[in-house]
């Protein structure tokens, strides 16, 4: 008979308040930093010169045909063989950056293909550069048609955030994993682990779905 004890897991409660905390600012710092190069790369790969297209096309398909791990590892165990040595916090920010960065170039860049070519040329009759045509006339609707693409990839890097702790960030999973070996209790940090990810997901979601319309795009 097996018999459960979730009471040996919750005790544990400072170590998993602390890895709900660091998967929470990690998601933070990755979802505003990665959205803006994601921003950025969808206007290279738009509006940019051919040479930027290039470039910014070539960082796309490598970071979306590649795990996240091997890009997690390369900055965290290959960047030292260059003299580059990183934090474990730092380098899973920077992978989850880099890596929402490419996913989120191509979803603004979809929805900014979307946008008529007369809304653009009327805003260029009115004397508006070219910058603030794309920051005032194009980026927000764009944003607007894309955002609930824009949250589920949020959700997904946040999610892939768990394999951080291969490394020995302190996020959620390695809380977990640092539970069960103190204790053996495997399903019951685990299950206890599953259910912070569904919480952080869902809260995560509603977040995004409210601030969205205020603060980045407009109503």
């Not at 790969?45 to 910014?56: D, F, H, T, Y």
């Not at 590649?66 to 580059?84: A, C, E, K, R, W």
């Not at 589920?152 to 394999?163: H, Y």
Request: aromatic share 10%.
């Amino acid at each position: 008979m097996v018999i459960l004890d979730f009471g040996a897991v919750l005790a544990e409660w400072p170590l998993l308040l602390k890895g709900i905390g660091v998967t929470a600012a990690l998601t933070a710092v990755s979802a505003a930093l990665g959205m803006a190069l994601g921003i950025a790369c969808a206007w290279g790969r738009s509006e940019g010169p051919a040479w930027l297209r290039a470039i910014v096309g070539a960082y796309v398909e490598l970071i979306r045909n590649t795990p996240f791990i091997v890009q997690l590892f390369f900055l965290f165990f290959g960047l030292p063989s260059l003299g580059v040595k990183l934090t474990p916090e730092l380098a899973s920010a920077l992978a989850m950056v880099i890596n929402l960065g490419a996913y989120a170039a191509e979803i603004v860049r979809a929805g900014i293909a979307a946008t008529p070519r007369g809304q653009v040329e009327a805003a260029l009759s009115l004397a508006l550069t070219r910058t603030q045509v794309f920051t005032r006339v194009v980026l927000p609707p764009a944003l607007k048609r894309v955002w609930p693409a824009v949250t589920s990839q949020i959700i997904i890097v946040m999610l892939g955030s768990a394999v951080c702790g291969q490394i020995a960030t302190q996020e959620l999973s390695y809380a977990a994993n640092l539970i069960h070996s103190r204790n053996f209790r495997a399903f019951e940090a685990t299950l206890v682990a599953t259910a912070a990810y569904l919480a952080l997901a869902i809260a995560l979601r509603q977040l995004l779905h409210w601030a969205g319309p205020r603060f980045v795009f407009g109503r």
